[in-house]
């Protein structure tokens, strides 16, 4: 088993991220991987000692960010994808994601946000998205420094896409020359009754630094559902209302930047009732023109823990598209 003091621990202990080097396997390593199927037995059991696995924390925008990088052998590697998960989330709940990827020889560098997982911040607060933004950048660059000629993509959920969007808005040309395709699944821009959760905020600001967090059926995967509410010990049960702070800025940076035409594709489920996808579509579309927007049907909105159905979907698109 894993526990909160069993991360406390890690999360203190973990070393400076060598890309090159393997972290020597024993105690609450073995614990974490094992318990979220992150160990490479797990993830690629035909191929297991094929496959490299380096983790460890780098310092960037004030934090100790948690890092994996798992890699097919260098001859096999077909390019490099950056995996950003959404807001409550960490590395250890995009297993599926992870197989996809190496199942087709892609390697893979994988980060939890500041204040998730296992890396430093206060638990799901950020002061400014322009953190995760330099946070993410740094990854960007650190990630090319093992990509070697071949292409370096991105895959984002929810927030994860927020970030990467904010990234291109901001640093477009970049954006154009060192990423590959990058595919966005049901990125937040704004969220599902935003107007009211936004005065409630103008209010409860003043009072409290916390309210409690509901945990939303955002899957169809009850299993997921379940794990999350009662068993995973890397959850933030409150949301913080600096959080919501830091996002309504957000927003207004968002409308004020300049179109980018950096191609994206997002994959969006119609089932979505934590973003308001329908405005958010629109709003992505006018700031990339370039963009695609990609259907599923009855999704919900963790599409990279959504049902088996829906995920094979998921994963055609994704053969199409990254």
């Known amino acids: 088993m894993f526990n909160i003091n069993d991360a406390q621990v890690l999360?203190?202990?973990?070393?400076?991220?060598?890309?090159?080097?393997?972290?020597?396997?024993?105690?609450?390593?073995s614990n974490y991987l094992q318990f979220y199927g992150l160990d490479v037995e797990s993830l690629c059991p035909k191929n297991a000692h094929d496959i490299h696995h380096a983790m460890g924390v780098f310092t960037s925008a004030g934090f100790r960010v948690a890092c994996h990088y798992y890699a097919p052998p260098p001859e096999l590697i077909e390019g490099t994808v950056i995996l950003v998960h959404g807001y409550y989330?960490?590395?250890?709940?995009?297993?599926?994601?992870?197989?996809?990827?190496?199942?087709?020889?892609?390697?893979?560098?994988?980060?939890?946000?500041?204040?998730?997982?296992?890396s430093s911040g206060a638990p799901a607060?950020?002061?400014?998205?322009?953190?995760?933004?330099?946070?993410?950048s740094d990854c960007l660059q650190k990630a090319r420094s093992v990509q070697g000629d071949?292409?370096?993509?991105?895959?984002?959920q929810s927030t994860g896409g927020a970030i990467v969007m904010d990234f291109c808005l901001l640093r477009c040309a970049q954006s154009q020359q060192q990423t590959g395709n990058i595919v966005l699944l049901a990125p937040l821009v704004r969220p599902v009754s935003w107007?009211?959760?936004?005065?409630?905020?103008?209010?409860?600001r003043r009072f409290v630094k916390a309210i409690k967090r509901s945990f939303a059926i955002n899957s169809h995967d009850a299993k997921f559902?379940?794990?999350?509410?009662?068993?995973?010990?890397?959850?933030?049960?409150?949301?913080?209302?600096?959080?919501?702070?830091?996002?309504?800025?957000?927003?207004a940076e968002f409308e004020r930047y300049q179109v980018c035409n950096?191609?994206?594709?997002?994959?969006?489920?119609?089932?979505?009732?934590t973003v308001d996808w329908r405005y958010n579509l629109k709003r992505i579309k006018e700031k990339f023109p370039e963009s695609e927007a990609v259907i599923l049907q009855q999704a919900r909105h963790h599409l990279a823990n959504e049902s088996q159905e829906i995920?094979?979907?998921l994963c055609k698109e994704l053969d199409q598209h990254l």
């Open 89 to 118: 989330d960490h590395v250890g709940l995009y297993t599926h994601l992870l197989r996809y990827c190496l199942a087709r020889n892609l390697a893979v560098f994988a980060y939890d946000l500041p204040g998730h997982g296992l």
């Open 262 to 273: 950096k191609a994206l594709t997002v994959v969006q489920g119609t089932g979505d009732t």
């Open 195 to 204: 107007r009211r959760g936004s005065m409630t905020y103008a209010v409860v």
């Open 225 to 251: 559902l379940h794990f999350l509410s009662e068993s995973d010990p890397l959850q933030c049960r409150l949301l913080p209302v600096a959080w919501v702070g830091a996002l309504k800025n957000w927003l």
């Open 11 to 29: 999360r203190d202990s973990l070393p400076e991220l060598d890309l090159k080097a393997s972290l020597p396997i024993g105690g609450n390593v």
């Open 311 to 313: 995920r094979d979907a």
């Open 150 to 156: 071949k292409p370096l993509h991105v895959l984002a």
């Open 125 to 136: 607060a950020i002061d400014t998205f322009a953190q995760y933004t330099e946070v993410f």
